[in-house]
């Protein structure tokens, strides 16, 4: 069974930074995209950053400039580099990927979601 966690969540000042990282384990073959949504108090959940096996990334307009995801696939792990973050950036954030267990099953795999407070 695999298993994604994240962690790096916590209370920071607004302007601050934070790195948030996510571990997919258990049996799997591969890992194809790899990302991060948040969902904050009253909202829907929105896709923050993603990215490919080959490192093609994308960024919701919100973040773009002051967030960074990364993606290590020997350690089948993602991070989320956030700076200058913003009390707006306040939400659990979850990471998801899309993994292969066999080379014929595909599945979308959740994380438990890390909290991120940004206080002003």
């Known amino acids: 069974q695999v298993q994604v966690v994240e962690s790096g969540g916590g209370l920071v000042e607004a302007g601050g930074s934070l790195t948030l990282s996510c571990v997919a384990s258990?049996?799997?073959?591969?890992?194809?995209?790899m990302g991060w949504y948040r969902q904050a108090p009253g909202k829907q959940r929105e896709l923050v950053a993603d990215?490919?096996?080959?490192?093609?990334?994308n960024y919701a307009d919100s973040v773009k400039g002051r967030f960074t995801i990364s993606r290590d696939n020997a350690k089948n792990t993602v991070y989320l580099q956030m700076n200058s973050l913003k009390p707006e950036d306040t939400a659990i954030y979850y990471c998801?990927?899309?993994?292969?267990?066999?080379?014929?099953?595909?599945?979308?795999?959740w994380g438990q979601g890390t909290q991120v407070t940004v206080s002003s």
């Open positions: 998801h990927a899309d993994i292969r267990t066999t080379p014929w099953s595909r599945n979308d795999y």
């Open positions: 258990g049996r799997l073959f591969s890992i194809n995209d």
């Open positions: 990215i490919s096996r080959g490192g093609n990334t």
